[in-house]
């Protein structure tokens, strides 16, 4: 099999080294950032090192390969769908694991229909550093069914779940309001108990209110996860309030915790 990534950044970066190691005969990647050649001299040496085959366009990268696999950024998913639809072939999987709203999914779905090719959805349910390509993977869309098992032979671990396209992105989304969330509150939580010298007693209430959890650990766990993937969880939480927003709810709420998530991280003027 033949695997082409569109962005190359931690996530891409993962998944072909250990694609690679699992037995994919060739792995390409294309990555905006390979336009500027002292920001991208790390990921190049990154591909060296590995084994993976550098393209300076997103249509050599794809050109043909069996699965393009896009691994950027929420913001950016309709704009390489809406690109891919131009250079894609009729039969080639298209497999966008990227943290966007159903609604997000289900247009670039729609954008790349006309090329023939097959778009799957994947929303994957965990941080990729740690289990790599073993992270659990929903996969959504008719043709989830079909790749699945090609990709879950080289060591992912993609599980489908509807043949619409949207419900697996739902299933992340809604997750993530309640995990975001809870690290959010946590944090400030934390915050201001420290600034009031109260955080042994808030502490000791929450530990007898639910004994099941070290509150002072996860204070500490949780505000280092902010600090680390708070813009990119920021991220997520936008589009979480895009998914909300479409139902016609109100989405303060998933804005709120995507501005605590961004100033978590040290995101500058917010």
Request: net charge negative.
């Amino acid at each position: 099999m033949k695997i082409a990534l569109i962005g190359y950044g931690e996530v891409g970066q993962i998944f072909a080294r250990e694609l690679l190691g699992n037995g994919v005969s060739e792995m390409r990647a294309y990555d905006i950032l390979f336009a500027d050649a002292a920001r991208s001299e790390s990921q190049r040496a990154t591909a060296r090192r590995d084994g993976v085959r550098l393209a300076e366009t997103a249509r050599a990268a794809a050109a043909g390969v069996d699965v393009v696999i896009s691994a950027v950024t929420a913001a950016s998913v309709k704009d390489v769908a809406a690109e891919a639809a131009t250079y894609l072939a009729a039969g080639q999987y298209f497999l966008d694991v990227n943290s966007a709203s159903p609604g997000t999914k289900t247009e670039a779905a729609k954008m790349i229909a006309p090329s023939g090719a097959h778009y799957v959805e994947g929303a994957v349910m965990a941080p990729v550093p740690g289990p790599g390509i073993k992270v659990q993977i929903l996969g959504g869309g008719p043709k989830a069914e079909e790749l699945a098992p090609s990709l879950n032979a080289l060591g992912m671990n993609i599980r489908p779940v509807a043949v619409e396209y949207g419900r697996a992105s739902a299933m992340k989304l809604c997750r993530s309001i309640m995990i975001k969330g809870i690290e959010a509150l946590i944090v400030d939580c934390a915050k201001a108990a420290k600034e009031w010298n109260v955080e042994d007693e808030v502490f000791g209430s929450l530990d007898a209110s639910y004994p099941s959890i070290d509150w002072r650990k996860l204070s500490v766990d949780m505000a280092g996860r902010v600090r680390q993937h708070g813009v990119r969880r920021g991220a997520e939480m936008r589009e979480a309030a895009m998914m909300v927003e479409d139902l016609g709810m109100n989405n303060e709420l998933e804005q709120a915790v995507a501005g605590a998530q961004e100033r978590g991280a040290g995101k500058a003027g917010l």
